[in-house]
């Protein structure tokens, strides 16, 4: 059984910093791919990027120089570095991974999200 665990969120000023990480465990033999995404109250969940595990990245273009997404792989973690957070980028963040466990049966997985909150 593979879960995501995701840690990191909080309530934060507007300018302020967070850095979201989500954990992968269970029986993985690799992660192809790690990614980010966010849903903001009444809104479609969005991508938010993405990085595969030879580290090539994708970003939601209108995040581009304010969030940097990395990973380590020997952790089976990726992080999510958040500056210059504005007030819309309240939203929940979900983890998602494709993953590999060692059954060989290639699955997508979701961690339960964690709550961002940027307010003065």
């Known amino acids: 059984q593979v879960q995501l665990v995701e840690s990191g969120g909080g309530l934060v000023q507007p300018g302020g910093s967070l850095r979201l990480s989500c954990a992968a465990s269970?029986?993985?033999?690799?992660?192809?791919?790690m990614v980010w995404y966010r849903q903001a109250p009444g809104k479609q969940r969005e991508l938010v990027a993405r990085i595969t595990s030879g580290g090539s990245t994708v970003y939601a273009d209108s995040l581009k120089g304010r969030f940097t997404i990395s990973r380590d792989n020997a952790k089976n973690t990726v992080y999510l570095q958040m500056n210059s957070l504005k007030p819309e980028d309240t939203a929940v963040y979900y983890c998602n991974a494709v993953v590999l466990p060692v059954s060989g049966l290639l699955g997508d997985y979701w961690g339960q999200g964690t709550q961002v909150t940027v307010s003065s």
């Open positions: 269970g029986t993985i033999l690799s992660i192809p791919a």
